[in-house]
């Protein structure tokens, strides 16, 4: 019991709840641990988002796709964290991303008629929660009113840049050559001519339809 108090006590919208108001949360709902083998489909984008997941080990992949379907971005998670708490609430009440076990993965989901009559009752997870929300928000309109770089090379950069969500740990776009030369407006001679120049750099790694980028945080540095 030690064990599962400490591992949940690290998951982001609990911290810094006590363990008597944590074995109130645990006397009052009903958590649902699921194990997950290696690729199985943990969420599927599209679905609703009618509880919030954990993830309480293990390493998954989150994939997200354009809605042109042109390209899609794969970001890896190590446990512990919450996956998409921003879909529990607002307009679009479905999943954006896909999440797939990369490793074995044992996860924990809590229904949303328990977080808006139980949880929300704690000032703590009240908190934490807008933090993770406003933090998340903060940090798109950064990205947003960035300033456009004038080189091909910057652009593409900042294209890879505004579709992560973490900065931390490895990420991948999938994209072929002629769809990303049309999302950067150029041509696809120009464009074959910058990813090659970034990965001499040694900013990206590049595949068949695939630029991998090992650490993003170095494209801050171009």
Not at 65 to 76: A, N, P, Q, W
Not at 109 to 119: E, M, N, Q, V
Request: overall charge neutral; charged content about 25%; some cysteine.
């Amino acid at each position: 019991m030690d064990t599962m108090f400490n591992t949940l006590l690290q998951l982001p919208l609990f911290q810094g709840l006590c363990h008597e108001d944590f074995t109130y949360i645990l006397e009052k709902t009903k958590l649902h641990f699921t194990k997950h083998k290696s690729n199985e489909i943990i969420i599927e984008s599209g679905s609703p988002c009618d509880k919030l997941t954990f993830l309480l080990s293990g390493i998954i992949s989150m994939e997200t796709t354009s809605k042109d379907g042109l390209y899609s971005f794969v970001e890896y998670i190590d446990a512990p964290a919450v996956l998409e708490p921003q879909s529990l609430f607002g307009m679009q009440l479905d999943y954006t991303s896909t999440y797939t076990a990369r490793t074995e993965v044992n996860t924990i989901s809590i229904c949303k008629s328990f977080i808006l009559t139980g949880l929300m009752r704690f000032e703590i997870f009240r908190l934490n929660y807008m933090n993770i929300i406003s933090n998340r928000a903060q940090s798109l309109t950064a990205k947003i009113w960035e300033k456009t770089p004038m080189n091909l090379e910057g652009r593409i950069v900042r294209f890879i840049l505004t579709h992560i969500e973490k900065m931390q740990g490895e990420k991948m776009l999938k994209v072929k050559m002629d769809d990303l030369a049309q999302c950067m407006d150029d041509t696809r001679l120009n464009v074959s001519k910058a990813l090659n120049t970034l990965q001499d750099k040694e900013l990206i790694v590049l595949r068949r339809k695939e630029i991998i980028i090992p650490e993003p945080t170095k494209l801050l540095e171009l």
